[in-house]
Each structure stands twice: as structure tokens, then as C-alpha cells.
């Protein structure tokens, strides 16, 4: 069978599709009709983030089965018109969940540890030492909005740094095991007594905006918001007003609302924000994983369909 492959993928995940005996045609930057003109003859398109799979895409693939994103998330796909149309649609969940909890610990040391302009002052030739003076990441209260498989790689690692950690989520059949130790609490519960709330779910129609101008007024002076989710799930808007009022002292942004976001943005000027051109799953082996895991759910759907 045919499949697309939209967004650039792990090299060895498209000879996997080869070997199974699939021809795959490789483009990417395609949008909107484009796309849908492309997938003529197409049974799966593989994707990553920057694909959007629109209803209008949807409904003019009239050849397509399947729909695989690799990585979490599936924000970029029309959802609602893949099951009208019989079309399966699967993500990559686990594959990033490292990735993420290493760069949110990372950048959580990179605020308080003043990592960003220490290393471009010394590259500068001054020395200064006294500016940048930090915070330990020891005894500090992590929130965890969202205890899936990334929030508990974060938690794991959080733990090491002997951090206390709470977490909520409402979606949870039951709490996982071997994780006794981690306190259960409301969002509002968290939003009190947090020394850092860091999100990790994914953007749907109920968690978009969850954290708006009430929620932020309700944090601590000194704590800090983090969102390596997605864009949305922060009111972006609530949140440069609530840097401005000093409530919460920092914000750490993997993600944005739109992007990549206007240059001119004032949340990436603030000098309370610590932003990165959302990384999460920029890892090597991140990228192999999701490669493999969307390469196997291709191959399977496909025989199935042919079976």
C-alpha cells in the first residue's frame, strides 16, 4: 500500500515501511489542498506536529485509512472528521516522554541556576559571578497537572532532586503504581502550595485555557508556571499580565499558542520568561522511538486492512 510522509521522520522508520513492502512517498511543508491532492492513492500519512490534517483534508482523501502522528498529541488532527470517515487515527505517546521530563528538569535549572546569561557573559569576557546568585531545585513543591507517562518520567526525576511532588488527573482510571509516593491533589490545591506547576497534558476543548487570570492570581509570588505541553493550555494573554503584576515570579515556555510565535511577542522579550522553540521531543533518541512506534502502527493497520 501507499503511505505519505508529510513531516521529515527517522530514517530507519521509513526503510522499516519499505521492508514491510509499502511504497512511501516523502514530501513535506504541504498544507490544505496541496495535501489532500497529494494523498490521492494514499491508505496512511504519517505525521509529526507541523502537518495539520483539516476536515477539508479528511474529507478529500478518499483513498485514506490511516492516520499515525509520531509523538503526543494529536491537536493537529481533525479527529471528529476521521471517525465520520472510517479513517483510524494513532499517536506515538510514550516515545517523548523521557525527552520532555529531561528538558523540563533542565530548564527549571536553567531559570533559577541563571544558566542562559551566565554563559553569555562569560563568552563575553566578564566575569559575574556575584550577579547570579540561584535557587535550589532541593525541598522545593512540584505540581504535576497531568500524571501520564510524561509527568511521570518528570516526577521520577524530581524525585532524585528529593523535590516533593503532587500531581492531579481527573482522566486517571486509577493511580499508577509505584507511585504511592506521590501526593494527590486538586489544581486548586496545587495552584496554593506549588513552588513550580508544570503542565503535561494534552490540548482539548476542556483544557484549553486552563490556566487563565484566575488560576494565575491564585499562585504564589515565588512560584513558577511551566508549559512543555502545548500552546493553548495557557492563556497567553492572562499570563504576560500576571508576569507584569509579579504573580508568579517566572514563567518557562516550551510551546506557544501560535507557532512559531510573532517575533515581536512580548512574552518572548519578558525578561521573567525562559522560552525554547518547543523542544520536547528533540532528541535522537526521541525522534528514533516515534520513528519506530508510528512505523509498527502503519504496518499493522495496513495488514489489517488487507487481511
Known sequence: MKVFVSDKLDPKAIERLRSAGHEVVEKTGLQGQELAQALDGCQ??????????????????????????????????????ARQRGIAVFNTPAANAVAVAELTIGLMLTLDRH???????????????????????????????GFGRIGRE?????????????ATDPLLPAWPAGFEWVRRATLDEMLLQADFLSLHLPLTADTRDLIGAREL?????????INCARGGVVNEEALLAALDSGRPRAAI?????????????????????????????????AQQRAGDEA?????????ALSS
Open 44 to 81: 496512511a500519512l504519517l505525521i509529526r506536529s507541523t502537518t495539520r490534517v483539516t476536515g477539508e483534508v479528511l474529507r478529500n482523501a478518499t483513498s485514506l485509512k490511516v492516520v499515525v502522528r509520531a509523538g503526543s498529541g494529536l491537536d493537529n488532527v481533525d479527529q471528529a472528521t
Open 217 to 225: 492570581a491564585a499562585m504564589r509570588p515565588e512560584a513558577v508556571i
Open 253 to 285: 515556555l516550551d510551546v506557544f499558542t501560535t507557532e512559531p510565535p510573532p517575533a515581536e511577542s512580548p512574552l518572548l522579550k519578558h525578561p521573567k520568561v525562559v522560552a525554547t522553540p518547543h523542544l520536547g521531543a528533540s532528541t535522537a533518541e
Open 154 to 166: 518528570l516526577a521520577s526525576r524530581a524525585r532524585a532532586f528529593e523535590m516533593q511532588v503532587s
Open 295 to 303: 512505523a509498527t502502527i502503519v504496518i499493522e493497520a495496513l495488514a
Open 115 to 145: 544558566l542562559a546569561p551566565a554563559v553569555t557573559d562569560l563568552k563575553q569576557g566578564r566575569w559575574e559571578k556575584s550577579k547570579y546568585m540561584g535557587r535550589e531545585l532541593w525541598g522545593k513543591k512540584l505540581g504535576l497537572v
